[in-house]
């Protein structure tokens, strides 16, 4: 099959970084580039900056634009994969209109285009590819910023009417803190990233002693990434600890209501957080999580992400017509 001799892009657009990547037909990846998505200059900033990422990854895989296949791309925002488009792209730059990233992208790099949804092509990665790969049905929760989710069931994805997965706005509690979605009580308003670095400031700003912040201009950065709060939690920072464990708590319930409601095989704890606090963090999720589980006798597994930061870009190349096994 000549098809099976081409490579395929995929780029995972996130709101701090673009990571792309060239895989051959079995997903393996040949070359990769990440660069930080730029914070001004609006879509079309963003868009030049994926395909410089691409072009570099392509170079890194030794291969030209000729031999692709097409590139997928996993975004955020609203993705209209039909039309080509991505628009409200909250974290993104000016980007609330729909833009036609699709068209963008081809005349830029010359070949077609497939745009996902960045949590959807994640979920699948890890479905196809890595940790998910034993099992029909799964959820995915990918523990970053923002807290997003993907479901598997009976072998395929299940998006609902477009916006299923929204594992993040589980309610843990009732009337509870705000949720960067400005309702209240959602499990991303505990867990989130961003939700928990303005928890963090505030309890600083009130006098609360940590490293948190000391560690993160120490590493020349400006918010608390995933390396940051690894860090504090190394160094026994009491604050670190007790708002991941407080995160811990969100995830592992609300885990435990989609768990009682869909019944699925396996639970797969992805993204920025998620991965980097691996295995052991993944076994508390799965420890509190149990407490709520109404089949308790036949809990599911739960597993780390093995495709690490890959998994979005690889997940996205699996967006390229042909890619999907049939
Ligand atoms: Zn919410």
Not at 6 to 29: E, F, N, Y
Not at 194 to 223: N, P, S
Request: glycine share 16%; net charge negative.
């Amino acid at each position: 099959m000549a098809s099976k001799a081409k490579l395929r892009g995929g780029i995972d657009l996130g709101g701090t970084k673009i990571q792309a990547v060239v895989v051959d037909a079995d997903s393996k990846v040949l070359g990769s580039a990440r660069h930080p998505t730029p914070t001004t200059g609006g879509p079309a900033a963003v868009a030049a900056e994926m395909a410089g990422a691409l072009n570099e990854a392509l170079e890194d895989a030794d291969a030209d634009a000729a031999k692709l296949q097409g590139v997928g791309v996993g975004s955020p925002g609203d993705v209209d994969a039909k039309a080509g488009t991505v628009a409200r792209a909250g974290n993104l730059p000016d980007w609330e209109r729909p833009f036609e990233l699709g068209k963008a992208l081809s005349d830029a790099l010359g070949t077609p285009i497939a745009l996902g949804n960045d949590v959807g092509v994640a979920t699948e990665a890890e479905f196809q590819l890595g940790s998910g790969d034993p099992y029909q049905s799964l959820i995915g929760v990918f523990w970053g910023t923002g807290v997003g989710g993907g479901i598997i069931l009976d072998g395929k994805q299940w998006h609902g009417r477009g916006g299923a997965g929204e594992i993040g706005h589980v309610v843990v509690q009732e009337d509870g803190a705000r949720c960067p979605c400005g309702r209240h009580g959602c499990m991303e308003a505990y867990a989130g990233r961003g939700a928990m670095e303005a928890k963090a400031r505030k309890e600083h700003d009130d006098g609360r002693k940590t490293d948190l912040f000391k560690i993160m201009k120490k590493h020349d950065r400006v918010r608390l990434t995933s390396g940051i709060w690894q860090r504090a939690l190394d160094a026994d920072d009491k604050l670190a600890h007790e708002l991941i464990d407080r995160a811990v708590d969100a995830i592992g319930t609300a885990v435990a209501s989609v768990v009682n409601v869909l019944d699925v095989e396996a639970v797969i704890i992805g993204g920025g957080l998620g991965v980097r606090l691996g295995e052991p963090y993944a076994k508390k999720i799965e420890k509190r999580a149990r407490k709520n589980l109404f089949n308790d006798s036949r809990p599911p597994d739960f597993r780390v992400a093995s495709l690490g930061d890959f998994g979005g870009a690889i997940g996205a190349a699996l967006l390229v017509d042909g890619a999907r096994p049939s």
